[in-house]
């Protein structure tokens, strides 16, 4: 089964109702296993707790995905810090990657898209991602 690390933009846009609702969907349906961290976890809870997007996403929603991330998600511990990515505060995505042996990164990233391929794994933007599941399966 592919190992997924999906990046907090991910996750918001399936909160704004966006085409990344797919990819919840389909982890929801076992359908690839996320690779997660505590800095990523805290993340999406740092993210969802800034103003524009609390006006936007309703508690409950914002408190569901991240219970099921919690609970259904494989965190991680990574122990090797990354360097490579420009945009330091990406180096985490990078990290939990390399650590969970993850197979691909889902974002809309440039900082990390650029990157693609990195150490084997796949960075690709979330409507590659489907499609990735299904030649994947």
């Known amino acids: 089964m592919v190992i997924a690390v999906i990046d907090t ?3 918001i846009n399936s909160l704004l109702k966006g085409s990344c609702r797919l990819i919840i969907q389909a982890f ?3 359908r ?3 690779a997660t961290s505590k800095s990523l976890i805290n993340e999406i809870v740092e993210v969802c707790a800034k103003r524009k997007f609390r006006e936007r996403i309703n508690k409950e929603d914002r408190e569901t995905l991240i219970a099921i991330i919690k609970e259904a998600g494989e965190i991680v511990n990574p122990k090797i810090k990354i360097t490579d990515c420009r945009d330091k505060d990406d180096n985490k995505v990078l990290e939990c990657a390399i650590a969970s042996k993850a197979q691909v990164i889902v974002t809309r990233d440039t900082d990390l898209l650029v990157l693609n391929p990195y150490k ?4 690709i933007p979330p409507e590659k991602f489907i499609p990735f599941l299904k030649n994947n399966e």
């Open 9 to 11: 933009n991910i996750f």
């Open 28 to 30: 929801i349906a076992k």
């Open 32 to 34: 690839f296993r996320l």
């Open 120 to 123: 084997n794994v796949s960075i």
